[in-house]
């Protein structure tokens, strides 16, 4: 389960630019999880929980931005992958490219 160890390291970022901007205190964290990242919400979340206890961001929120799989056909079409099983729903193509659903990104920090 490496979403631990990403967690972590979001910890240990977020705390360098604590110490850079003389916050106290982080109310919530907005993380960006595309569908492709390789980052399992579930999983995400619960090792937050369990990773944020008695620490610097006990009382830290976790906020979770999902961003589908998106694809553009080569005719054109822009479609979400997995409700389409990956099959263009225009021209019933499997011919694709990824547009989205690969971020993975600490979007924004509220502290004070």
């Known amino acids: 389960m490496?979403?631990?160890?990403v967690v972590l390291e979001i910890f240990d970022l977020v705390e360098e630019i604590m110490k850079?901007?003389?916050?106290?205190?982080v109310s919530s964290i907005t993380v960006e999880i595309g569908e492709?990242?390789?980052?399992?919400?579930?999983?995400?979340?619960?090792c937050w929980k369990v990773a944020r206890l008695g620490g610097?961001?006990?009382?830290?929120?976790?906020?979770?931005?999902?961003?589908?799989?998106?694809?553009?056909?080569?005719?054109?079409?822009e479609y979400e992958m997995t409700r389409n099983n990956r099959i263009c729903p225009e021209c019933h193509k499997t011919d694709y490219?990824?547009?989205?659903g690969k971020e993975f990104m600490v979007l924004?920090?509220?502290a004070c």
């Open 56 to 77: 610097t961001f006990d009382k830290a929120e976790l906020k979770l931005i999902h961003i589908p799989a998106t694809a553009r056909c080569t005719c054109g079409t």
């Open 108 to 110: 924004s920090i509220e």
């Open 20 to 25: 850079e901007q003389g916050l106290k205190k």
């Open 97 to 100: 490219e990824v547009i989205k």
């Open 36 to 46: 492709l990242s390789g980052i399992l919400p579930d999983y995400f979340s619960e």
């Open 2 to 5: 490496h979403e631990l160890g």
